[in-house]
């Protein structure tokens, strides 16, 4: 029996060796950042090293680095009480914080008349569909292009951005809000003075160590062409599927996308029901973001992209990253593929 396939990166990246190690490091580090004495001063140098990995693979050199509890807190950090607008492609951590006001193309692109009062997203977690981010840009959710495309926090013309350390193989429950210099935000957890006063709690050391390996390990496989390899396999997948396939669409081809997504919509085959038919054929996949599934809801996203509720109620998305091969799309093209035609057989 074949082992099974994970192809939901999207929705969290396994973790790296590197960060692995580093939060078993970690681990043994007994001070607390906050403290004066020598222990103490070993776990803010440790955190202080993970916060310039994470700056560097931002190309972030000189804003600061508020560390949180993942994209989430980040968002909320940086939009509560601002009165942002937003597209309804958001992801619903930024979607709780914007009114959803602006207007998405067939594409899923987005136009922002006055960036200064708008959060855009880099990526599309769904999708998979790339901004093009308007110059002084109020936040922009970074999290699904950090360490999959090539882009600087210091050229993107935006005042902060969300990220968060499991999207690129780090652990989950560790995020951050990177904010240009001189930029100040209230904050909303209070008590002790740590992240220079902007979040107070203390720090998750562990997390941070493996946020920190994760992010120097996903700039070192961007730069290295890592992620131009998997396009070329996410592409072998989607010719595989539309060949094999009849009358299904592929959401997004015709933009810029991010190298591993595929959303597909087929028509008369419930995505919910796709995912549960490959999950038991072996193969994990999403039929939208991670934190809308197992609710019974449609796509927002390809509602405002145009679809109407029956098509968007029949889309899933395949999310592969570094290690997936030829042989293991091409294993689930042709499992997905049978068991479309077994579906339309039966609706038929």
């Not at 990177?178 to 562990?206: F, K, M, Y």
């Not at 919910?272 to 038919?277: F, G, K, L």
């Amino acid at each position: 029996m074949a082992a099974r396939l994970y192809l939901d990166w999207n929705a969290t990246a396994p973790l790296r060796a590197e960060a692995r190690a580093a939060m078993a490091a970690a681990m043994d580090v007994v001070g607390n950042p906050s403290s004066v004495h020598a222990e103490g001063r070993a776990a803010k140098a440790l955190m202080e090293r993970a916060r310039g990995q994470v700056l560097e693979a931002l190309g972030a050199g000189g804003a600061d680095l508020v560390l949180t509890s993942g994209a989430t807190e980040a968002a909320a950090l940086a939009l509560a009480g601002r009165g942002m607008v937003c597209a309804p492609v958001e992801h619903e951590a930024v979607a709780a914080w914007c009114a959803a006001d602006l207007a998405v193309d067939a594409g899923g692109r987005v136009s922002v008349p006055e960036p200064g009062r708008a959060t855009l997203q880099l990526a599309n977690s769904e999708t998979g569909v790339i901004q093009e981010l308007p110059a002084g840009l109020a936040v922009s959710d970074l999290t699904q292009g950090f360490g999959k495309i090539a882009f600087a926090f210091n050229w993107l013309g935006v005042e902060g951005g969300l990220v968060s350390a499991h999207k690129a193989g780090g652990p989950r429950g560790i995020g951050a809000l990177v904010l240009r210099q001189g930029v100040d935000l209230a904050p909303q957890l209070r008590g002790g003075g740590q992240e220079s006063g902007r979040r107070a709690g203390t720090e998750n050391l562990i997390g941070i160590a493996g946020f920190g390996a994760a992010a120097e390990a996903a700039a070192r496989d961007l730069a290295g062409g890592v992620w131009e390899e998997v396009a070329e396999i996410r592409n072998i997948l989607e010719s595989a599927l539309m060949a094999g396939a009849e009358g299904i669409i592929s959401v997004g081809s015709d933009v810029a996308r991010l190298p591993n997504t595929l959303n597909l919509i087929a028509p008369g085959w419930k995505g919910e029901t796709q995912v549960m038919a490959m999950d038991l054929a072996g193969f994990a996949v999403s039929a939208g973001s991670a934190c809308s599934s197992g609710k019974v809801r449609v796509s927002k996203v390809l509602r405002a992209m145009g679809f109407d509720e029956e098509r968007a109620a029949q889309a899933v998305r395949v999310s592969i990253g570094p290690g997936v091969t030829r042989e293991d799309v091409l294993r689930f093209a042709e499992s997905w593929t049978k068991a479309y035609g077994r579906a339309r057989m039966r609706l038929a």
